[in-house]
Nanobody
Framework: QVQLVESGGGLVQPGESLRLSCAASGRTFSSYAMGWFRQAPGKEREFVAFISRNSDYILYADSVKGRFTISRDNAKNTVSLQMNSLKPDDTAVYYC?????????????????????WGQGTQVTVSS
């Protein structure tokens, strides 16, 4: 079992940056692929970024490609999301999630239903 705790959210202006972190408990963090998702008010939870267990495969949603960077440190049990050039449309609650499927097909990398463990979320608000 994995417990996840996100941090780093906040209120920023358009064009600014934020770095989200997700700390995982347990000694099996490296056996999970990790994802970041977000959910804006009145909208469904959507995929943001995926990183494989050993960081050899990374995937981004088209809406954040080139602006966001996902990374992980298995020694520290953390996964991070560096968000640059933030836009008002990026406003949402951001969640990290753990996925034990291996190998993971393309659909399961981006589907919230494929992830077994979730953090409580951290609010990101981009507004002038």
């Amino acid at each position: 079992q994995v417990q996840l705790v996100e941090s780093g959210g906040g209120l920023v202006q358009p064009g600014e940056s934020l770095r989200l972190s997700c700390a995982a408990s347990g000694r099996t963090f490296s056996s999970y692929a990790m994802g970041w998702f977000r959910q804006a008010p009145g909208k469904e939870r959507e995929f943001v970024a995926f990183i494989s267990r050993n960081s050899d495969y990374i995937l981004y949603a088209d809406s954040v490609k080139g602006r966001f960077t996902i990374s992980r440190d298995n020694a520290k049990n953390t996964v991070s999301l560096q968000m640059n050039s933030l836009k008002p449309d990026d406003t949402a609650v951001y969640y990290c999630a753990a996925n034990s499927n291996y190998p993971i097909g393309a659909r399961k990398r981006i589907s919230p239903l494929a992830y077994e463990y979730w953090g409580q979320g951290t609010q990101v608000t981009v507004s002038s």
